[in-house]
């Protein structure tokens, strides 16, 4: 396998270095010296890559038999999609995958989001994302779509915000908020790489959408604190950001990606997942 990670980010990453276990040729691009010494040392062949294709990254896409594309959809477009394009033509049968958003879905007040509804995005950002999806499922060999929610994972998660006094509880009835762990992305991934199906589309997601104080809460209880007091929604002072994100309440069906991958999840809701961010903060903090 010749893999190529458009995008070495959180997921991207972990996605590279798991392919690179498997035995894989792995590449990726970065846009910096500095991310692409810690490629290197995750045994990962570093491109570096700010909007404009490299022949040695044309090279890449035109070998690879695994890409997978994670660098967010700028004013114009995907920026790896339009440097490529000019030149790219995938070759039959490259497993292709495009890590997406279920912001998507805008909002559902309360209900269940399903791959097969129309996208209804509400943010510039996601009606980008939605854009992008659409222009990834239309190459010769169209890409997977695989929809994210709120991502988290070791060194990144609800931890880290207690720890540096940024968590904060924001009281709004009703208001639930699906998530997923980095390992259960990734292994839906591979799970989509040993059962390819070019175009189709998978939420990728754990089986317990909740209000965000609630892992607040969860998080507290691991590091021994008191949590945060709740604020009401009208009293919180959100950024405009904030007030789109906090407009959006769906709940996420993963159910296709279970039936048809044969996707199980290692952490099925945030307290599992939780448990292992906590053993890996331990295990790097020697305690």
Known sequence: MRVLVLGCGYVGTAFAQTMAEQGALVQGTCRSADSAEGLRQAGITPILFAGTASAELIEAAQT?????????????????????????????????????TTGVYGDRAGGWAFEDDPPTPLSIEAKRRAEAEAAWR?????????RLPGIYGPGRSALEQVLSRTARRIDKPGQVFSRAHRADIVSALTASVAKPNPGRIYNICDDHPCASGEVIVEACKLLGREPPPLIPFE???LSEMGKRFYSEC??????????????????PSYVEGLADCFSDLKARQGL
């Open 64 to 100: 690879a038999t695994h890409i997978l594309a994670s660098i967010p959809p700028g004013t114009e477009g995907d920026p790896a999609l339009l440097a490529l394009s000019p030149t790219w033509t995938p070759k039959g049968g490259t497993w292709i995958g495009y890590l997406s």
């Open 250 to 267: 769906k709940r996420v069906s993963n159910a296709r990606a279970k039936e048809e991958l044969g996707w199980k999840l290692a952490f």
């Open 235 to 237: 009293a919180a002072g």
């Open 138 to 146: 239309a190459i010769p060999s169209p890409a997977h779509v695989f």
